[in-house]
């Protein structure tokens, strides 16, 4: 090709891309929808296709044919229902745990710092993230086993029979906090604490500061300012947080199995039953389950404002 006719190419197809600038928008969007259509969502597809599968008890092959055996396995069985509602609690426990910690620490960072003090905190909030997630799961396991640092401060106050207490009801279950329901509590409060943090500092920092000086121009107090004009306009930022936090606590397989062992989660029925058991049917309707209870939660929040917080 000459170089009148490449030059000749090039601009028919800038003309091309010019007037026709949704044309370009595709091409651009095409590779990410590609991606996000094939691999991602025909994942989820292929996983709720084996939900409607069964499992053969005789060879322990998967028959292919349609069947509701998975779930009604899955919802038939008082086990399996109390691990979908453990794995639940939990999710919403820590959410709501991250809530009440993250929303000061924001409304602090927010409203109470500037320059290098503002650029200080925020390193201490994203440093966490910048650790591997695995090294911060074992540490914690040394941080609560029962040579850990926190048993060790407990008995250095006279204050071991307080643990020991603690560790005996039945909500909290194991025989040290590095396998108990609130060692697995307060490690998934800290690994995710980030994820709260940050929304909600967005949402604080959209918050007009004219409101607030006209509350208290029209004799607000304080209290009356953060209630009446603040916290509305921050619950999309709380709501949008609470996404990160209850999914990720309610899809986490990691968490439960190194730190918690009283009793299962969803993550580790999904890969018992697809890698000990071999029951392939069951797993994948074990994952259909939080992918229903997010759909539901995200319903919830919407309503909310979360989305327009992201």
Not at 20 to 42: A, E, K
Not at 43 to 56: A, I, K, V
Not at 190 to 207: D, F, K, S, T
Not at 220 to 236: C, D, G, H, M, S
Request: charged share 10%; glycine share 8%.
């Amino acid at each position: 090709m000459s170089l009148s006719a490449s030059r000749t190419l090039r601009r028919r197809v800038s003309d091309l891309f010019y007037l026709h600038p949704r044309f370009l928008l595709l091409l651009l969007l095409l590779p990410p929808l590609l991606w996000l259509g094939i691999i991602y969502l025909g994942s989820l597809f292929n996983l709720l296709l084996y939900s409607f599968y069964s499992l053969n008890d005789f060879t322990g092959q998967v028959e292919y044919r349609f069947s509701l055996s998975a779930f009604e396995q899955l919802f038939s069985s008082a086990a399996n229902i109390d691990i979908v509602v453990r794995t639940t609690l939990m999710a919403l426990a820590v959410t709501l745990a991250c809530a009440v910690i993250a929303f000061p620490i924001a409304y602090y960072i927010t409203f109470y710092t500037r320059g290098s003090a503002r650029t200080f905190w925020y390193l201490m909030v994203l440093l966490p993230l910048w650790s591997s997630y695995l090294i911060k799961v074992y540490a914690w396991r040394l941080i609560l086993a029962g040579e850990g640092v926190v048993s060790w401060f407990f008995n250095a106050l006279g204050l071991g029979w307080l643990l020991q207490g603690v560790l005996s009801l039945p909500v909290v279950g194991g025989t040290s906090l590095s396998n108990s329901y609130l060692g697995m509590f307060l490690v998934f409060t800290y690994i995710w604490l980030p994820y709260m943090i940050l929304p909600i500092i967005a949402a604080l920092e959209r918050v007009p500061k004219s409101l607030v000086q006209a509350s208290a121009d029209l004799g607000a107090r304080p209290r009356q300012t953060f209630w009446k004009v603040v916290w509305p306009l921050t619950i999309p930022g709380v709501a949008a947080g609470s996404i990160f936090t209850f999914s990720l606590t309610l899809g986490d397989y990691i968490i439960p199995q190194v730190v918690g062992q009283p009793g299962f989660f969803i993550g580790q029925m999904v890969y018992v039953q697809q890698g000990t058991a071999g029951n392939l049917p069951l797993a994948a309707a074990f994952s259909v389950v939080p992918v229903v209870i997010i759909a539901i939660y995200l319903l919830i929040v919407r309503r909310m404002g979360a989305f327009n917080a992201l």
